[in-house]
């Protein structure tokens, strides 16, 4: 049987492994918070956490939703556990809010690289 692993959680397998929630979390980030990106519109997520001098804000890019009102998105497309698990793997980084956007990163080395460059080494790297 083949082991399957979703792009939300680590594989140990992989030499660059991709950004995840379990990686998040276990690096110090916050727990998920919901916010509507009117560039978008639509609602997503962001885990933040303290950089050298600023807070440091990263969110999947999410799959598209179409053309559904935020009234309907509330009632079908909102849910925390929803919006961390509909995304495309890359990971937008924002700097203090979700209006300056920084850059976009899929692996964890390049997270891990980005906050070394911040100053703020994340936990365990």
């Known amino acids: 049987m083949e ?3 979703s792009i939300n959680h680590e ?3 992989d030499a660059n492994r991709l950004l995840c ?3 998040l979390i276990s690096k110090g980030f916050s727990k ?3 916010w509507f990106d009117n560039r978008w519109k639509q609602f997503r997520v ?14 999947p890019a999410p799959q ?12 079908d497309f ?3 556990s929803i919006l961390e698990n509909h995304h495309y793997g890359d990971w937008q980084v924002y700097v203090n809010s979700t209006e300056n956007h920084l850059t976009t990163l899929t692996e964890q080395s390049e997270l891990i690289e980005l906050m070394r460059v911040c100053r ?4 365990g790297t």
């Not at 598209?64 to 509330?74: C, F, H, I, L, S």
């Not at 703020?120 to 936990?123: A, E, F, G, K, N």
């Open 3 to 5: 082991n399957k692993t």
């Open 32 to 34: 998920a918070e919901r």
């Open 78 to 80: 909102s849910e925390i």
């Open 120 to 123: 703020s080494p994340l936990v």
């Open 64 to 75: 598209v939703v179409g053309d559904m009102t935020p009234e309907q998105q509330v009632d």
């Open 46 to 59: 962001y885990y933040k956490i303290d950089g050298y001098d600023c807070e440091i804000l990263i969110s």
């Open 21 to 23: 929630v379990d990686f």
């Open 11 to 13: 594989n140990g397998n």
